[in-house]
């Protein structure tokens, strides 16, 4: 009986997988996303994925069609006769389902999470990819409503704690945008570029399964209807790939998803938000610093990304990071000296803010690697010339609306401390500084929040899917009886009938284990008698029809 089912499930099995793997292939290959090459080596990676659910059912239909064959040819009312019980007669069924849900449970926590890595990633990479190839073959490529042509383009590994998942760096760029009937209405030329793919929740799409990608064009000239413009940097409007974040617990093991609710940081996602929390909490104790420097010294010194130490003068600071004027000159004073000359350039402004400047997406300059800088913006400003001079002469002076100095970073950094520290030591300090403040609207209690959210979210999906799987693997076990006992109980009827009354009850299990989990993923543990519900309903469901079975 064993050899009978163990053909027949192995045949079903091998049937079944291999449809539903040519099926889960078909679309990326019809929408040009697969070359028929890389199509077969999908559909190779995507059958152990497909196993999940392809033997289940395939151990009960295997399973239904064994005993069957068996009832209906009186074998059994032959193994009865000769005194074995039902349960002599299930052991082999019993075996089976043991052993198959022990090999689908090792499937689903090592085997299935890599290969569905492998998949995901083959899809989102070979998107970009055949815009790179496109590219590199000297064409344009076709991204949203522009056409890119670049002189040389590579990839450029993502660095850690930038929320990237796949970088490439474009050099001699130009770009063509088209109105609705196909005219050119904006001619771009830049030095480099910029192509990321990105999670969605990195632009503000609430999507978890799904990227972005984004071009950032840099140093670039455009023609936008006849007029010649230049600006810094630009950044087109997403567009979107669908499914192919591969930061996320489904692809990850059984040891994996363990040591994630200890170190939740290892997703990128949470990572970026804990290192954005440890940027504001630094930029509060800098903020302290710079407030006592101008109190008891009157001025607080900086480095600008050239190396040149920036000196700023001011009484002190109010509401909205604004610098209070120096009561000598009622002006806020700055000096910039430089150790590649003599003397220094000395600035006075009517007014003027610092602020502290975010990371956010910029992959040029990771955020796990970054100092903290900050932005010093001056209205109203008089250039005074070389050092010595005095404030109140009117000799030398050059007026500008505004004199903005980015890049600024503080004496006192504490940046390197807290981006050492661990999710829970991070927010342990957020918390902290929050209480102490009272300022339980700020941007530090905001990003805490946001951050302790992301992390309830994240443990809630770990659980989510250690059940889920744990759950499948049981189910295997419970379908595998189901076929068994509905066989015994309707000997006289057609297999597929047969089959069809194991099969509808298995079907609402696996609804059921894919329903509670997302119902756990989203709201918690009020899902989890939902997730196994199924498999409960479903062992019910085989223990009545034993009891039937046996009664005659």
């Known amino acids: 009986m064993l050899v009978e089912m163990g053909k027949l499930i192995a045949l079903t099995t091998a049937v079944l997988v291999l449809v539903i793997a040519f099926a889960a292939t078909v ?8 070359t028929p ?9 995507a059958i152990p994925p497909m196993l999940a659910y392809a033997l289940p059912f395939a151990a009960c239909f295997g399973t239904t069609l064994a005993y069957h064959r ?3 040819d009186n074998e059994v009312v032959a193994i009865k006769a000769s005194g074995l019980s039902h349960g002599a007669i299930l052991m082999p069924a019993v075996a089976m389902g043991v052993g198959l849900a022990v090999v689908l449970g090792g499937l689903n926590e090592q085997v299935i999470p890599r290969f569905l890595r492998s998949m995901e990633s083959m899809i989102t990479r070979n998107l970009i990819q055949m815009m790179v190839r496109t590219m590199e073959r000297g064409e344009a490529a076709r991204f949203a409503d522009l056409e890119i042509h670049a002189d040389r383009i590579g990839r450029v590994p993502p660095q850690a704690g930038s929320g990237v998942i796949d970088q490439y760096l474009m050099r001699g760029v130009t770009a063509i945008a088209f109105d609705g009937k196909r005219r050119v209405e904006t001619d771009v030329a830049a030095q480099q570029a910029h192509l990321w793919l990105v999670p969605a ?3 503000g799409i609430d999507e978890a399964d799904e990227a972005v990608a984004l071009i950032r064009f840099e140093d670039l000239t455009y023609s936008d209807r006849g007029d010649l413009l230049h600006q810094g940097q630009f950044t087109t409007t997403p567009v979107r790939v669908p499914s192919p974040f591969n930061d996320d617990p489904k692809f990850l093991t059984f040891g994996e998803l363990r040591s994630l609710k200890r170190e939740p940081e290892r997703m990128n996602w949470i990572e970026s938000q804990r290192l954005e929390l440890a940027r504001r909490l630094a930029a509060r104790e800098a903020a302290r610093a710079m407030e006592y420097g101008f109190a008891n010294e009157g001025s607080v010194r900086f480095r600008d990304p050239l190396g040149q130490t920036v000196v700023v003068r001011a009484r002190g600071l109010s509401g909205q990071n604004r610098l209070i004027p120096r009561r000598e000159s009622n002006r806020v004073e700055v000096e910039v000296m430089s150790t590649e000359r003599v003397g220094s350039d000395r600035l006075a402004a009517e007014s003027g803010t610092i602020e502290p400047e975010s990371a956010g997406l910029d992959p040029t300059r990771p955020i796990d690697q970054s100092s903290l800088s900050f932005t010093l913006t001056l209205t109203n400003v008089v250039l005074r010339g070389a050092a010595g001079l005095d404030l109140r002469e009117d000799t030398g002076q050059t007026a500008f609306p505004q004199r903005v100095m980015r890049g600024l970073r ?5 940046l390197d401390r807290l981006r050492m520290l661990s999710v829970e030591q991070v927010l342990a300090e957020a918390r902290a500084e929050v209480e102490s403040s009272g300022q339980k609207a700020g941007t530090i209690a905001a990003a805490a929040d946001q951050l302790e959210t992301q992390i309830e979210k994240l443990k809630r999906e770990i659980v989510s899917k250690q059940n889920e799987r744990a759950a499948m693997a049981g189910s295997c076990l419970v379908m595998v009886l189901t076929g068994a006992v509905t066989a015994l109980r309707l000997r006289n009827a057609l297999p597929l009938v047969v089959y069809l009354w194991a099969f509808f009850p298995a079907l609402f299990t696996i609804i059921l284990i894919n329903s509670g989990q997302q119902v756990m993923h989203k709201d918690g543990l009020i899902g989890l008698p939902v997730l196994w519900g199924g498999v409960a309903g479903l062992m019910v469901y085989t223990a009545v029809t034993l009891v039937r079975v046996a009664r005659h």
């Not at 090459?37 to 990676?45: D, K, V």
Request: glycine content about 4%; cysteine-free.
């Open 27 to 34: 679309k990326p290959l019809a929408d040009g996303k697969l």
């Open 201 to 203: 929740s990195t632009v």
């Open 37 to 45: 090459i890389e199509a077969l080596r999908f559909m190779f990676l």
């Open 410 to 414: 503080p004496a006192r950094d504490t």
């Open 70 to 72: 068996m009832a209906s």
